[in-house]
T-cell receptor
Framework: ETGVTQSPTHLIKTRGQQVTLRCSSQSGHNTVSWYQQALGQGPQFIFQYYREEENGRGNFPPRFSGLQFPNYSSELNVNALELDDSALYLC?????????????FGQGTRLTVV | AQRVTQPEKLLSVFKGAPVELKCNYSYSGSPELFWYVQYSRQRLQLLLRHISRESIKGFTADLNKGETSFHLKKPFAQEEDSAMYYCALSGLTTSGTYKYIFGTGTRLKVLA
């Protein structure tokens, strides 16, 4: 059984660019959630995908978008990057879409926007 | 407003002393409450959830709906408990989707 893996681990982008972050779910998990964690803050929920459909969204603008693939891996896309988008981006997978089942987190992708 | 509040950024206790990490929440409806922990150089992981009423590594947490609190407690702290602790909730929105809210975290330091 493999855990949740995210790629890349670190990334530097310029303001205005676009970025794609990737997440491979734990084997057998059909739900993926993405979070943004700024320095000194708790994770902030971006959105969740269940069986390839968005199943919940936090207070993030439409330039944050995502995809979930048939193998349940996922992407987070951010367009028109802003300096405030600099953060650790976490992916978490779980077996069902309700969160009273355990969510397993990846190690995160550290995005720096300059 | 919907939020999870952890009033202490840092909590230092001596080994063997009791620990209480505070968590208060504000959410319309009936959320599920969780505690997550992040040890040094490790990824975020679930510690416990209120629905399971379990004790993990000696920690317990009781959901008090009247006070909207979900404090994490342990009677005797150990050095290996030193970590970052996050209180979190999940809830169903009026549109039938899910929302997750994390607190800002409390760093627990257990001193020898």
């Amino acid at each position: 059984e493999t855990g949740v893996t995210q790629s890349p681990t670190h990334l530097i982008k310029t303001r205005g660019q676009q970025v794609t972050l990737r997440c491979s779910s734990q084997s057998g998990h059909n739900t993926v959630s993405w979070y943004q964690q700024a320095l000194g803050q708790g994770p902030q929920f971006i959105f969740q995908y269940y069986r390839e459909e968005e199943n919940g969204r936090g207070n993030f603008p439409p330039r944050f978008s995502g995809l979930q693939f048939p193998n349940y891996s996922s992407e987070l896309n951010v367009n028109a990057l802003e300096l405030d988008d600099s953060a650790l981006y976490l992916c978490a997978s779980s077996l069902r879409r309700i969160m009273n089942t355990e969510a397993f987190f990846g190690q995160g992708t550290r995005l720096t926007v300059v | 407003a919907q939020r999870v509040t952890q009033p202490e950024k840092l909590l230092s206790v001596f080994k063997g002393a009791p620990v209480e990490l505070k968590c208060n929440y504000s959410y319309s409806g009936s959320p599920e409450l969780f505690w997550y922990v992040q040890y040094s150089r490790q990824r975020l992981q679930l510690l416990l959830r209120h629905i399971s009423r379990e004790s993990i590594k000696g920690f317990t947490a009781d959901l008090n709906k009247g006070e909207t609190s979900f404090h994490l407690k342990k009677p005797f702290a150990q050095e290996e408990d030193s970590a970052m602790y996050y209180c979190a909730l999940s809830g169903l929105t009026t549109s039938g989707t899910y929302k997750y809210i994390f607190g800002t975290g409390t760093r627990l330091k257990v001193l020898a």
